[in-house]
């Protein structure tokens, strides 16, 4: 993990979020936090894993979502390298 980014903040923001049960209370709550832009820049980058877990190309990451290949490159960079977050979060989404 990333030593800069745990912070007593962010320890609290990460306990608000689960304390969230539904749909709907994330909804009401990144509505709150965030501007639709970062919102949907991270459904985005949610979005360009799950398609690179499909061993989709970067054209066809880029024509589906949007994304620039600064993004999907970075994304990818997360999923080789990164914390294996979205490994886990794919895993359990599978259950």
């Known amino acids: 993990m990333n030593k800069k980014l ?16 539904n ?12 501007t639709v832009n970062e919102l949907l820049s991270l459904s985005q980058r949610f979005e360009v894993a799950a398609m690179l ?3 989709k190309t970067y054209l ?7 994304a620039s290949t600064a ?12 914390s294996d977050g979205y490994e886990l979060v794919f895993q359990r989404m599978k259950s």
């Open 60 to 66: 066809e990451i880029a024509e589906k979502t949007g």
């Open 53 to 55: 877990k499909e061993q």
């Open 23 to 34: 749909r709907e209370e994330c909804y009401a709550f990144f509505e709150d936090l965030c």
């Open 6 to 21: 745990k912070t007593d903040a962010v320890n609290q923001l990460f306990d608000a979020v689960l304390t969230l049960e």
């Open 71 to 82: 993004t999907i490159s970075r994304v990818n960079r997360s999923l080789n390298y990164g």
